[in-house]
Antibody, heavy 120, light 107 residues
Framework: QLQLQQSGPRLVKPSETLSLTCTIS??????????WGWIRQPPAQGVEWIGS???????YYSPSLKSRVTISVDTSKNQFSLKLNSVTATDTAVYYC????????????WGQGTLVTVSS | DIQMTQSPSSVSASVGDRVTITCRAS??????LAWYQQKPGKAPKLLIY???NLQTGVPSRFSGSGSGTEFTLTISSLQPEDFATYYC?????????FGQGTRLEIK
């Protein structure tokens, strides 16, 4: 059974880089047609798609975050990662990793979520 | 970007009621729409994919319909565990976008 386990700092200082990693177990990053994504949810607000990485390595980003976001993969560790630079308090949110795959290409498996607070 | 608009933003209902939530896309997305349920402190849970397909393990009282720009999620007979926030999401094209959410509350 596919599971996603998130790790990374929960407190980041303003102007620094937020870094999170999602470790895949019970499956492989390289499984055909899978997209691996990051989604966030500010406190008491709706959900926002940040971006995703295809099993081919192609990346796709939200236009509003594109200048600050990098999603990458380490296939040797079966992990994919999020980096968001130059963070401000508005980046405080619960961050989730998730998998999109067939059928339907919706996010059917999610990580546990990580509340990242941007504060000095 | 494709904008997703849900209505209503919140709804109050009682156990046993039938509830319908609507989601409209700013442009056609064929059937590339999903519905999620989220409870406090939890990740969203996939209920419906490709507009009308029930995700494995989801109770049959949930159903989805629609194509193009207008979609609905129906809960045929509300159960206590259904009180939550519901989101629609389009996966037709990048960037992927979500609706703003519909909060389903107990009357």
């Amino acid at each position: 059974q596919l599971q996603l386990q998130q790790s990374g700092p929960r407190l980041v200082k303003p102007s620094e880089t937020l870094s999170l990693t999602c470790t895949i177990s019970g499956g492989s990053f390289s499984t055909r047609d899978n997209h691996w994504g990051w989604i966030r949810q500010p406190p008491a607000q709706g959900v926002e798609w940040i971006g995703s990485i295809h099993y081919t390595g192609n990346t796709y980003y939200s236009p509003s975050l594109k200048s600050r976001v990098t999603i990458s993969v380490d296939t040797s560790k079966n992990q994919f990662s999020l980096k968001l630079n130059s963070v401000t308090a508005t980046d405080t949110a619960v961050y989730y990793c998730a998998r999109r795959g067939a059928p339907g290409y919706s996010y059917d498996v999610w990580g546990q979520g990580t509340l990242v607070t941007v504060s000095s | 970007d494709i904008q997703m608009t849900q209505s209503p933003s919140s709804v109050s209902a009682s156990v046993g009621d039938r509830v319908t939530i609507t989601c409209r896309a700013s442009q056609g997305i064929r059937s590339w729409l999903a519905w999620y349920q989220q409870k406090p402190g939890k990740a969203p849970k996939l209920l419906i994919y490709a507009a009308s397909n029930l995700q494995t393990g989801v109770p049959s009282r949930f159903s989805g319909s629609g194509s193009g720009t207008e979609f609905t999620l129906t809960i045929s007979s509300l159960q206590p565990e259904d009180f939550a926030t519901y989101y629609c999401q389009q996966v037709n094209s990048f960037p992927i976008t979500f609706g703003q959410g519909t909060r389903l509350e107990i009357k």
